[in-house]
């Protein structure tokens, strides 16, 4: 499929299978869903990686978002070399997790934040901290959403969940998912189904602030209304939360993420990627008044041997502090070029195709002929896997680097500068060509 070397990743996949499950420590980096050798990474430097056979590739994945300024930022280096020299972990409180705190607040409606490891722990805490707080069970999320691999969010899931084909995981008990309700994003009538049935049992919503896990999809208008904020709207007539899953888009699609683009928010918001600056951190915030419910003050339980690691936060302020506007603007503007030539690529061979964007993050779905819009998961699901793989080869074979999943956002970053772009719209109409022929 491809015509550039690839011997040293095989081998090294082949090696990777036998110690670690699917070689992978993540499961869409096996390329499953597109087929061929999972590139091994041996390096990158801003826009680009580097794989262990010498090929250089224009990187969309950006570590699947924290990459906001590129890969080795020489002041994020820096601030993680000093930070290291210091110590790289206490298990005792920092004054660098105090600037973090306080960059996330200045930034997002949130009045207090506790920092956690991953995404993952961030939206499980969440979900604790609204059920301890609400006194209730139930929980609605949304099909085509991912926040992670919480077993009672590992429904009906997106990213690899959706590319791996099985969007719920065996060994997430019947007990634990009968506390969650899945709806339809973008379908406000079966959010008001759900309150219908369970009126006041549900503790939370739970919605990506802008779905980023089956390709990007928008909160939608309706009379006026953007969908996050009639579920602010409806949780509250119903005593319920709203939590907004920004980790992927939080620091991202804006300084202050899709918070700042649309200004829809939940009770407790959660962050990750971006924040972290390419190292495990991630936190989830809200009013005082529920935060406060946290342990030590309060009765909700959450911990980490690792939170708030001096190294982790030490990258994620300082990449905070690097994300000027001028950087988000760059950024927007290279999304729109990019946009615009993935468009015309497609056109000029037929290729059917939707392009979706919130802000700088966007993604190509390869639906049917006649779609014009991708509200939900079902419309997502409908796309053409195998054109999606044929493009995405066509992609790798002429040096760069996407997601290998029609479901996944793509991820550009402040070092994607002119030459970056020129290769990738180099490779575009080549990529476009492979596509029509699938
Ligand atoms: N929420 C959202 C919206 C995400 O996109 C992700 C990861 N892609 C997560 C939660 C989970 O984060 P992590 O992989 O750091 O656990």
């Not at 065996?170 to 369970?198: K, L, M, W």
């Not at 007539?237 to 899953?245: Q, Y």
Request: glycine share 10%; aromatic share 8%.
């Amino acid at each position: 499929m491809s015509s550039l070397p690839t011997e040293q990743s095989e081998a090294l996949y082949q090696r990777a299978k036998r110690v670690i499950p699917g070689g992978v420590s993540s499961p869409v980096r096996a390329f499953r869903a597109v087929g061929g050798t999972p590139r091994f990474i041996r390096s990158a430097r801003g826009a680009y990686v580097t794989d262990v056979d010498g090929n250089e590739y224009v990187d969309l994945v950006g570590s699947w978002g924290p990459m906001l300024l590129g890969h080795a930022h020489p002041e994020v280096l820096d601030a993680v070399a000093r930070a290291a020299q210091h110590g790289t972990s206490f298990g005792a409180p920092t004054e660098a997790e105090i600037d973090l705190a306080e960059m996330i607040i200045d930034r997002t409606p949130v009045e207090q934040v506790r920092l956690v490891n991953s995404g993952t722990e961030a939206t499980m805490s969440a979900l604790r901290l609204a059920r301890g707080y609400t006194g209730r069970d139930k929980v609605i999320k949304f099909e085509g959403c991912y926040h992670g691999h919480v077993d009672s969010l590992l429904v009906a899931a997106g990213s690899g969940a959706a590319t791996m084909g099985h969007p719920s995981s065996p060994g997430v008990t019947q007990a634990t998912t009968a506390d969650t309700i899945v709806c339809t994003y973008n379908d406000r009538e079966s959010v008001r189904q759900a309150f219908r049935g369970h009126g006041n049992n549900i503790a939370c919503i739970i919605a990506e602030a802008a779905a980023g896990n089956m390709g990007v999809v928008p909160p939608a208008e309706e009379d006026g209304e953007n969908f996050t904020a009639f579920l602010s709207r409806i949780a509250h007539e119903h005593g319920a939360l709203l939590i907004t899953d920004e980790v992927m888009t939080g620091f991202r699609v804006s300084r202050s993420g899709q918070w700042g683009l649309d200004g829809q928010h939940g009770d407790l918001m959660t962050f990750g990627k971006v924040m972290g600056g390419g190292f495990p951190a991630a936190a989830f915030g809200g009013r005082s008044e529920i935060m406060q419910q946290l342990s030590p003050v309060g009765p909700v339980y959450q911990a980490g041997t690792l939170s708030g690691n001096p190294v982790a936060t030490a990258a994620g302020s300082t990449t905070l502090r690097l994300a000027t506007e001028e950087v988000y603007a760059q950024i927007d503007r290279s999304s729109e070029l990019l946009r615009a030539e993935i468009g015309k690529a497609l056109d000029a061979f037929q290729v059917p195709h939707v392009i979706q964007h919130t802000g700088n993050l966007f993604s190509g779905f390869f639906t049917p002929e006649g779609t014009t819009e991708v509200p939900d998961w079902k419309a997502a699901a409908t796309q053409r896997e195998d054109v999606f793989a044929a493009f995405f080869h066509g992609l790798l074979a002429n040096g760069v680097y996407l997601g290998p999943s029609c479901y996944e956002a793509w991820f550009l970053s402040a070092a994607h500068d002119d030459a970056a772009l020129d290769r990738i719209f180099d490779a575009l109409p080549k990529a476009a060509a492979a596509a029509r022929l699938a």
